[in-house]
C-alpha cells in the first residue's frame, strides 16, 4: 500500500464587479472613486464624472424653459413692483406674493445649476436649491389659502377684522413654514451625502 498523496482543491469564483484581480488568486475592491479597467480587471482606473453636457438636448431644454421662467418672473416682479400702490395688488397681499415670486425665480434658478459641470459648491446649491425654492413657493401659498379662508368665514359671521391678517404676522407665519419644510429636510435626508463624493479625487457622480 501506497500513501495517498492529498490533492489541494480550489473553489473559482468570478469577482464582484469593484474587485480588481491580484495575481490572479486574490479579488480586492478597487479604491473609493475607482473601478478596474474593462480589459484585464487586474488594476483600477479613475471613474469619470458623469453630467449633463451643454451638448446634450436635455441640457439644452433644461436652459430653454429656465431662462423663459427667469425672464417671465423678472418681468412680472417689475410689473407687481411699479403696480404696488393699485387697490387690486394690495389686495392681493402683497408681502406674500413677493415671497412667491422669490421662490418662482429661485427654482428657475436652481434648475439652470443641474446643466453645469459638478463641483463641490455646484453639488450644495443642487442638493438644497430647488427644496428652498419649493418650500419658498408652497409657505406663502398656505398662509393666503387660510386667510382667504378665515376672511370668508367671518364674513359669514358677520363680524370684522380677522385675527393674525397683518402683513408683518403672515411673513412671520411663512418664515416659520419655511424654516420648519428646510429642518423636515436635514432631519430626515443626509445633505452630506454628495459632498463626501468630492472628499476624494476622481468621483463618480451622476445627477441623472
Not at 398656505?142 to 379662508?149: A, E, F, M, S, V
Not at 378665515?150 to 413654514?177: C, E, P, V
Amino acid at each position: 500500500m501506497f500513501p495517498q498523496e492529498l490533492e489541494c482543491c480550489w473553489e473559482c469564483r468570478e469577482c464582484f464587479p469593484h474587485e480588481y484581480i491580484i495575481n490572479d488568486t486574490i479579488c480586492k475592491a478597487c479604491p473609493f472613486g475607482e473601478w478596474p479597467d474593462t480589459e484585464s480587471a487586474t488594476w483600477c482606473e479613475p471613474l469619470e464624472a458623469e453630467y449633463l453636457k451643454l451638448d446634450y438636448w436635455v441640457t439644452i431644454l433644461i436652459l430653454i424653459t429656465a431662462g423663459a421662467g427667469l425672464s417671465a418672473s423678472i418681468i412680472i416682479t417689475y410689473l407687481f413692483h411699479i403696480n404696488q400702490d393699485k387697490k387690486i395688488v394690495k389686495a392681493t397681499s402683497p408681502e406674500l406674493c413677493s415671497v412667491l415670486l422669490v421662490g418662482i425665480i429661485l427654482a428657475f434658478a436652481a434648475s439652470v445649476f443641474y446643466a453645469l459641470k459638478p463641483t463641490f459648491v455646484i453639488c450644495v446649491i443642487n442638493r438644497h436649491g430647488f427644496n428652498l425654492a419649493v418650500a419658498f413657493i408652497y409657505a406663502p401659498l398656505l398662509i393666503k389659502t387660510n386667510r382667504i379662508y378665515r376672511i370668508f368665514k367671518i364674513t359669514q359671521k358677520g363680524l370684522r377684522g380677522s385675527r393674525f391678517s397683518d402683513a408683518r404676522i403672515m411673513l412671520l407665519l411663512t418664515a416659520i413654514i419655511i424654516l420648519t419644510e428646510v429642518g423636515i429636510f436635514q432631519t430626515f435626508t443626509n445633505p452630506l451625502r454628495y459632498l463626501d463624493l468630492f472628499a476624494k479625487p476622481s468621483t463618480h457622480f451622476s445627477p441623472i
